[in-house]
């Protein structure tokens, strides 16, 4: 079953004149995990949050299949989008600046719920009970506040919060970027796992390869704010059309000594 | 080395019991602990409690009333509270010893001489001069009192007014007059730095505009024509604290910049970006996620601007355009001190000066310490 | 085989916290080899860059060096113990800068934002050495094009911020060399860049090497990154050593059950939808707090190991 959960056509977005976004345009099927990669200055979170729209797009359209069917999200009104925030989230890069240092981690987590709405005191609590165990954290952890966590234990938190509404697509921006290797190994796991459980779409921005490859099923490659070259991983990773791709792949340093890093020259293929 | 400092990531949780408790204080008791440390911004802390403490009291505190005149001490110097006599006995009681005046035949000059046989020992809670207690309650109590004669510990001025209750008297005035236009001064400046910052656009450019105008306009020749302008039947407390009042309506344009700027960096931060994208409203997102995150810095400010608002008053009183008698304030009790003949003769006239100068110096090592504990990203652990 | 450049024997480091005293290193002990790449790899509270930033006497209150030795032997003078030198000895500013100098991992803030490129590669040469202002300008030119920059004439009187994030790197590794150091440590040198200008940086890092011949000390989280650029790797844990060896040694064959997990949890080792392990699950019950001493094992390698689990094949 491929049922799309996000139509992107045509967006676009610059910064004072200058191009962040040009173009971009893909489907997102339910359940899926697109990979976003490029290099920094791809555009590749500024797409990420044209989409959430916590940046207006400049032109383009962003449809979304939300329980009430398809909702267009590039004009929709800041008040109108309220009620769509509890299908679609985004966990964010920086374990540090995602969490705000003056609130418990209860405060953290409860907050979505209060926000849409949820009055009673007890079921907030479950709630966020339910969430602590789901990213495997320890209850005490409730009371205290983010300076306590180390980056990994922080960044379970930032996906506690961003799943408590129960969306169906989340954007994960760079969420593993600024980890260690060991976290970042349980975070990748921990997100798949949740992705099962609670069939999950994602769309995931990150400058890690072989993160992506691991994780997603298609790819996008972005390159100066325009798509490059998209297809399942499986193609663009062994078989490359592009040469920004071929590019990228080859600076890859392998963890192996015996296959020795040799990147393309950017001149020689015209870039 | 913040790495060395961090936490082992995904290492086997071997955390000391302190680290364990570190872990659910609150910010605020962060931010006590790392005061704490701060060993002499503690002792400004206590000092300044003291200070406004004795300010709030100084009814009690001083033996005198400010105007009460003793005309046997025209002039005097301090006197010593003693403990042991001239003949080193221990008394239990303090006491002071009276003076001799006689007036110098060469210079004209009151001359005064400790008096062996004039002892006064001090009584305290005695029944002296009654007054109203902040015109809420009669009362006639004083901390301490001289039996049977007079204590000036600081001195008296050249009307025989006993410097140690006018000082008291005067910190009163010159600690508080300035604090409402103070908090007028930061009401204005984060609620128009704060829509500057969030809301952007022209709201921005007017106020940088509205900044730029009134940081242009010099200060000390405005104060003159507005306490010139004031009606001159106002009491002259009552024109200081118009001016105090009107000055904030252009002084809060440093503090706005400053508002702007964080809130412009913490628009940006993530954790404000996740409010934003969970579905908050804007006023939410404002009051609930980002006011909390500088308004320790703003409280910080606002410590610090303190010890500007005494030397204003100071300043102005001492130029003769802030304060003038019969009020007593720091200012105009160092009015007296203007001249050469009083540092040489009378020093202790100066004694204001002191308090002045011991008081801003509190409040600015307070507000140091204050703001280096209160910033929330020096979490001293992570990061 | 040549003495080592860099002798570093029990080491140790504390940091004054608000909880105490954190040690953030613990008896370290390695060698390095003279003309050869060392990297030291890593997580976040390793301690793989305080042992770097003590190399150059960098510890500054809250830290403190509380024990052990770092042994320079410069190839042209007398060896010394970099560890035990007083503050103002003139030793050290000889030593920073001039016989060993560092790259970090940020180049911005590694350089001047008001003063151009020319000048600042220029003053470096100044600092160490008396040469006129022309001859310095005209050797940093050299270096410059050494390391890659083009259209020389015109980029030197550019400004920082007018390079991209790669160029900045190129222009601090060509500071870092313009005396010609004999140990140069690299920081973290790529980890803020491009993969695509990580590999450029990587290969100018090696290329450099070979050519000059001088001792380098790259510390870096990446597995990826110490597989191309090292011949010697030393893997650091919560201030210790666990695991010295050669690249090949100790990315292939692992003994120490830390590097075996360090290996196994990185992305693109297992097939893609296989789970990722964990270093948790790699180490299961091994014991990898205790601070066992280095033993040496018969292929040369050390590991922090008690002798019971040392495989056998391996045994000294």
Known sequence: MTESLLEVRGLSKSFDGVPAVEDVSFDLQRAGTLGVVGESGSGKTTLARCILRAIDPDVGTVRFNSENGWTDLHDMKARDLVPLRREMQMIFQDPFSSLNPRMTVRQIIEEPLLVHGQRNRAKRLDEAIHMLELVQLERDSLTRYPHAFSGGQRQRIGIARALVLRPTFVVCDESVSALDVSVQAQIINLLEDLQKELGLTYLFVAHDLAVVRHICDRVLVMHHGRVVETGSVEDVFERPQQNYTKLLLSAIPSPDPDVPLRPLDRQALGL | MSEAIALPAGAPAVQAADEQQLATITPRELTWRRFKRHRLALASGCFLGVLYLIAALCEFISPYKPETRNVAAINAPPMLVRFFDLDGRFHLRPFVYGYDMAVNPDTWMREYTVNPSKRYPLEFFAKGDPYHFWNLARGERHLFLAKGGYVHVFGTDQLGRDMFSRVFYGARISLSIGLVGLVMTFVLGIVLGGLAGYIGGWVDRAVQRLTAVLLSIPQLPLWMALTAALPPAWSPLRVYFGVTIILSLFGWTILARQVRGRFLALRVEEFVVAARLIGARKMRVILRHMLPNFLSHTITTATLAVPAMIIGETSLSFLGIGLRPPVVSWGVLLQQAQNYQVIVMTPWLMIPGLFVVLAVMAFNLFGDGLRDAADPYNTGGQG | ?316
Request: glycine content about 8%; aromatic content about 4%; charged content about 20%.
């Open chain 3, 1 to 316: 085989m040549t003495a080592p450049v860099l002798e570093i024997r029990d080491l140790a480091v504390e940091f004054k916290t608000d909880t105490g005293l954190t040690r953030a290193l613990r008896n370290v002990n390695f060698d390095v080899p003279r003309g050869e790449v060392t990297a030291i790899v890593g997580e976040s509270g390793s301690g793989k860059s305080v042992t770097a930033n003590c190399i150059m006497r960098l510890i500054q209150p809250p830290g403190r060096i509380t024990g052990g030795s770092i042994r320079f032997a410069p190839t042209a003078s007398q060896a010394f113990d970099i560890a035990a030198l007083e503050d103002k000895d003139e030793r050290l500013l000889d030593l920073r800068g001039g016989h060993i100098s560092m790259v970090f991992q940020e180049p911005m803030t590694a350089l001047s934002p008001v003063h151009n490129i020319g000048g600042q590669v220029a003053e470096a040469i100044l600092c160490h050495r008396e040469v006129s202002k022309e001859q310095a300008w005209a050797e940093a030119a050299q270096m410059l094009a050494h390391v890659g920059i083009g259209d020389i004439e015109r980029r030197m009187t550019m400004y920082p911020f007018e390079f991209s994030g790669g160029m900045r790197q190129r222009v601090v590794i060509a500071m870092a060399l313009v005396c010609n150091p004999e140990v140069l440590i690299c920081d973290e040198p790529t980890t803020a860049l491009d993969v695509t200008i990580q590999a450029e940086i990587l290969t100018l890092i090696r290329n450099l090497q070979d050519e000059l011949k001088n001792s380098v000390i790259f510390i870096t989280h990446d597995l990826g990154v110490v597989a191309q650029i090292a011949d010697h790797v030393v893997v650091m844990y919560q201030g210790r050593v666990l695991e010295i060896g050669t690249v090949r040694q100790v990315l292939k064959q692992p003994v120490h059950p830390y590097t075996k997990g360090l290996l196994k949890a990185i992305p693109g080792v297992v097939d893609p939808g296989e789970r990722l392990a964990t270093i948790a699950s790699v180490v299961g019950d091994a014991d990898i707090t205790t601070p066992f001493p280095l033993i040496k094992l018969s292929d040369g390698r050390q590991v922090s190991l008690p002798r019971g689990h040392v495989p056998a094949e391996l045994k000294p």
